[in-house]
């Protein structure tokens, strides 16, 4: 880690070691996961991640959505140390790995390290253009809000924060330490819905609500914006309606809120 770091932008999530391959239906079945969605890994999934690492298609990625997201805007920025990643990982080779490929691509990660629990993994299962996600967070769901507070000179400079949904799941705490920072500091604070079982259980449901009015940015799919639409009551099923709702929730602040749906091969809404 550097000493000084200056980030323009910082990302918060759930570091994760990419499985990744070109798969049939009949293994997404298997295992009933869905096309196009993403989840957390129960008992019934345990097993997908081994199949996967046996077959000869399959790629190692350091990833998870909130160091992917960061990589490619690294990689647009094209300043080293641009960006910076925060995370929990394991004491472990696939930490080594993540943290190595992240650095490559000028990304600074800032990581809390857990020994007693191995770094996440998550399960792609790409069918055609199509693919499932399925992460086992591991390392990732041991993050704790004490370790945000103990690098503030990481976040304390920072222009912009991105944080992906699935954070929601590991600590809101962090999420609003950082959402209430870039208030007091008039920087800008970005989210993804990521998900639409955010949405769909109760406690991760009332989290997002509570960032809400803190977000400048929401991003999301098509069927995470119908999702939130539900979550929020709106009596409308219209990707463009639900945007301009969500754009219209109560700020915290002054800023007007960008709200951005894509929608696969159609247009996004903005």
Same mark, same amino acid.
């Given at each position: 880690?550097? /000493?000084?770091? /200056? ?8 570091? %994760?070691?990419?499985? /990744?391959? =070109? ?27 081994? =199949? ?58 800032? &990581? ?19 693919? /499932? ?26 222009? $912009? ?5 699935? +954070? ?14 870039? %208030?007091? @500091?008039?920087?800008? $604070? ?6 639409? &079982?955010?949405? @769909? ?17 929401? +991003? ?7 999702? &939130? ?31 951005? $749906?894509? @929608? ?7």
């Amino acid at each position: 880690m550097s /000493s000084s770091p /200056s980030h323009l932008l910082l990302g918060v999530g759930n570091p %994760l070691l990419d499985i /990744s391959s =070109e798969v049939d239906m009949k293994m997404v079945n298997k295992y009933d996961l869905k096309m196009g969605t993403a989840c957390l890994a129960e008992k019934k999934h345990l097993p997908v991640y081994e =199949e996967l690492s046996k077959l000869k298609t399959v790629k190692y990625i350091a990833g998870g959505a909130t160091l992917n997201s960061i990589r490619v805007a690294q990689w647009m920025i094209q300043k080293e140390g641009a960006t910076g990643y925060v995370g929990c990982v394991g004491n472990d080779d696939y930490a080594k790995k993540m943290k190595e490929c992240a650095e490559a691509d000028g990304v600074k990660t800032h &990581f809390l390290t857990n020994k007693e629990t191995p770094t996440g993994t998550c399960a792609c299962l790409i069918v055609d253009k199509e693919r /499932s996600l399925c992460a086992n967070l591991a390392a990732a769901n041991e993050y704790k809000v004490d370790h945000m507070k103990s690098i503030k000179s990481v976040y304390e400079p920072v222009k $912009f924060t991105y944080i992906a949904g699935f +954070f929601i799941t590991v600590s809101p705490d962090t999420i609003m330490l950082l959402a209430k920072h870039c %208030l007091e @500091q008039k920087t800008t $604070f970005a989210m993804n819905l990521s998900a639409e &079982f955010i949405m @769909q259980v109760p406690p991760f449901a009332k989290a997002l609500k509570e960032a809400l009015p803190y977000m400048d940015y929401l +991003f999301g799919n098509e069927l995470e914006a119908a999702a &939130f639409g539900k979550m929020m009551g709106y009596d409308t099923t219209s990707v463009p309606k639900i945007a301009a709702l969500a754009s219209k929730e109560k700020s915290a602040g002054s800023k007007k809120r960008t709200v951005v $749906f894509t @929608q696969g091969s159609n247009c996004t809404c903005v």
